[in-house]
């Protein structure tokens, strides 16, 4: 297996042969005959010559334990012969880069296809590797072992545009597919090499903008289902925005249709799964019938807006929490409403699921301080009524208009 290295190529200059390209490996083994193969050292590589006698003894060592499967895995080009040694020389005889050659196109297409993860996890992954290819970071003759490049690529046009969060995530995606569908461990090179591009630090947060009062509510709510093309023209986006403001709901439980009536108080119970505080009974000022809907069309008719507006679907959950305070509901019981676990021992302690009397109190101040904003909807009606969203919003614009 030893003598003098020979190149892979060589080419006529000046009636000369000069190398092109690394040198080559070509050896013989009594389990699956030669492997001729280039092998990674060029030969300007420091320590080139060492590095071919490595190659070599590692050849020679897999040929003696009749490794039969890591030497077919060389053989057929699954994994390169610096990778295989990088391997080899950590005491890793598993070589799970034998995909690192695949088509990464093909390997993340086949991983979406069968994950084990929710649709919408799907769709995105999805979209992160359309965009990937609209950037010319992915192409059809990308290799798994090109991950690292892609990430630092994608890296740095993330930076520039400030989307710390879309990277983050881009970057979990392809872990998770090193992990999960390639089965890559912790010694992985690629996966090593993925790990070692660090997120990129969030510099700052966007700012909130919940409602100020009911007029502001009402003034949105006209405006939202005359602009733009957004969505499906049938869908009452108006009672989307009312709804979402007077619950405090998170963007998810309400796009899953998480709640129902209550059964002992009477009020609102939305079934969260977020946290263990998500699952929580909130007083019931406005009712809406429980079924999925998707909040990326509202958000796009937000975004859209002419004139524009500040205001993003997450501000509607802000905007409870402002009018829960401006109403005097104690701190500790709008908290439990939002679906906040405790911060402090404080907060510890203050935590219980409030009483049907206590919710009552809690919708008659709300009710009371909306109707200082110029809001008709009566404090004492009893929530023993469903109060239609038409039938409310109705109100409302009676008053303000």
């Known amino acids: 297996m030893g003598g003098t290295p020979q190149f892979r190529a060589k080419r006529l200059v000046g009636g000369a042969w000069t190398p092109v390209g690394s040198y080559l490996v070509d050896v013989r083994t009594s389990t699956v005959g030669r492997i001729a193969k280039a092998s990674g050292v060029f030969p300007d590589t420091r320590h080139g010559a060492e590095l071919l006698d490595q190659i070599k003894m590692m050849l020679r060592d897999l040929d003696t334990t009749r490794d039969l499967s890591k030497l077919t895995q060389i ?15 950590a005491g890793r ?15 993340l297409a086949e991983w979406l296809a069968g994950a084990s993860v929710s649709p919408i996890t799907i769709r995105q992954y999805g979209n992160y590797v359309s965009r990937l290819k609209r ?29 710390a969060v879309y990277f983050g995530n881009m970057r979990q995606m392809f872990m998770s597919f090193l992990v999960n569908h390639l089965n890559y461990d912790a010694e992985s090179h690629v996966l090593r090499d993925v790990k070692r591009i ?27 289902n005359t602009s733009g093309r957004w969505g499906n023209r049938e869908v009452d986006y108006k009672i989307m925005i009312y709804f979402m403001s007077l619950t405090g709901m998170r963007p998810t439980e309400f796009e899953r249709g998480l709640w129902e009536r209550d059964s002992a108080t009477g009020h609102l119970r939305i079934k969260g799964t977020k946290t263990r505080n998500a699952v929580r009974v909130i007083p019931l000022i406005m009712w809406l019938e429980p079924m999925k809907r998707t909040l990326g069309n509202l958000q796009m008719r937000l975004v859209n807006l002419r004139p524009p507006t500040v205001v993003r679907t997450r501000d509607f959950r802000r905007t409870s929490a402002v009018w829960y305070e401006q109403a005097g509901v104690p701190r500790s019981r709008y908290a439990y ?25 809690d919708r008659a101040s709300l009710l009371a301080w909306l109707e200082v904003q110029k809001v008709a909807q009566p404090a004492e009606q009893p929530p023993d009524e469903m109060i239609e969203p038409a039938e409310f919003i109705e109100s409302l614009e009676r008053t303000i208009a």
């Open 135 to 163: 950037l010319g970071l992915i192409t059809p003759s990308t290799k798994v072992r090109d991950c690292g490049d892609v990430l630092r690529g994608m890296r740095t046009i993330m930076a520039k545009e400030h989307k």
């Open 93 to 107: 005889l598993s070589f799970a880069e034998s995909y690192a050659g695949d088509s990464l196109v093909g390997s």
């Open 198 to 224: 660090l997120p990129i630090k969030v510099t700052h947060r966007r700012e909130h903008h919940p409602l100020r009062g009911p007029r502001d509510l009402f003034e949105l709510g006209a405006r939202i």
């Open 75 to 89: 053989k057929q080009g699954k994994v390169r012969l610096l990778d295989a040694l990088a391997a080899w020389k």
């Open 337 to 361: 409403y939002l679906g906040h676990g405790p911060k402090d021992m404080t907060a510890l302690y203050e935590q219980r699921t409030p009483t049907e009397e206590e919710l009552d109190a």
